[in-house]
């Protein structure tokens, strides 16, 4: 699809450096030369200490993995990811030893009233801070391989290219985003698709947004992996049931403040630790994931999506604008409605689609600028976005290796249109 420009109406002069500004209605004034209202929003609001830690560790690592030379090999078991995998083993001895001593202390001290008790809640603490494995959703689309086979195809090539195998579920969601985890114990493959997205995106860019999502399961990402993941996710669980009490009002409260205060600084500090140890190989494995992106689907297409998250918020207005609409026609009259045109799923998308690709070039680049100026990233494990982005470009051009022709296109789009569908009665719905 191409992206199309709206017509600026005018022009006005910098009020820093006088020089000519492209006026457009719909979008913000802004200098080229000299950086005048690049950045007029709202500060961004200051994130808690560990996320403000998390990003900084994302932002030096990131510039220092930056220099290094592309297409290195998949890193083995380095020293830090072996002591991080020891520190996820004893956070999860943490965990057995509690179920396992709540148990003997309710059967062994059976005849006291004391142990029970004392057994009862380390057998709940247990519970709580259990590992989570994950599952799939039921409250979006889940399509598996006999609902989508081109779509699981398409995968799979792209899975080869990248040196992995394929997913064993997809689930649709209205975002605009995309991801890949595992669920159950087993750890069955599962890619998110957010339908804004995908129905934003080129059928290249596609391509080089499945190879970006499944070069994290080659990319060795041991943040991602079954034991260090569950590991941090358990981390935060205690930090979570450990949070003092604000303004305590008696003694019971403080008290408990007081016994929270050693185990609360110690859950931080494996966190941290953890960070340090894994954030590096994330990072690395994140500019690997990049690097496959492109041989799946070309250096340029692996650029363009990253460029096509940055104007995120023009499809979450897309949508919002959508729903207000749904809301305000469920207030018409009965028989208004029931001669009203009933919008399609495939309406919804295809107004999101809309409102991402007519984002004028010049407001692009603003974004990018901001990107860069704000030091912005997926989050805080990812390296900062403008230098993602600066990589591919200096890398050797790749063309891509798996070609979605305009028949593949279609095929998908009739595999995913039922999905469509539901996801749109859903965002419409409020649901």
Known sequence: METQDIAAPGTRSCPECGAVVPVHAAYVDWCDGCGWNVDPGEPQPAPGRLEAL???????????????????????????????????????????????????????????????????????????????????????????????????????????????RGVDAVVVEPCFNASVTAYGIRQRRVLTLGIALWESATPRQRVALLGHELGHYAGGDVRAGLITGTALRTLANWLYFLEPVANPRDMGERLVNVAYFLPRHAAFGLIVVLDQLTLRGSQRAEYRADELAARAGSSEAAVAVMDLLLVGDSAHTALETAVTRAHMSKMTSRRDRATAPQPSGQDLWDRVTARTTRVPERERARLLRIAELRGHSADATHPPTHLRRLRLERAEPEAGEVVLDAAGTEALGAELASAKDEVARRVLNGG
Do not use: N, Y
């Open 54 to 164: 998390r990003r900084e560790l994302a932002r030096r690592h990131g510039e220092q993995l930056f220099e290094e030379p592309s297409g290195a090999a998949r890193p083995g078991l380095d020293a830090s990811t072996a002591v991080a995998l020891l520190i996820a083993l004893v956070v999860h001895a943490v965990t057995l030893t509690l179920a396992v001593g709540g148990l003997l202390l309710v059967v062994l001290g059976w005849s006291t009233v004391v142990q029970p008790l004392i057994g009862a809640g380390c057998l709940m603490v247990a519970v709580v801070l259990r590992p989570r494995l994950g599952s799939l959703p039921k409250d979006v689309p889940v399509l598996h391989r006999a609902d989508a086979p081109r779509l699981f195809a398409l995968v799979d090539e792209v899975a080869s290219v990248v040196g992995t």
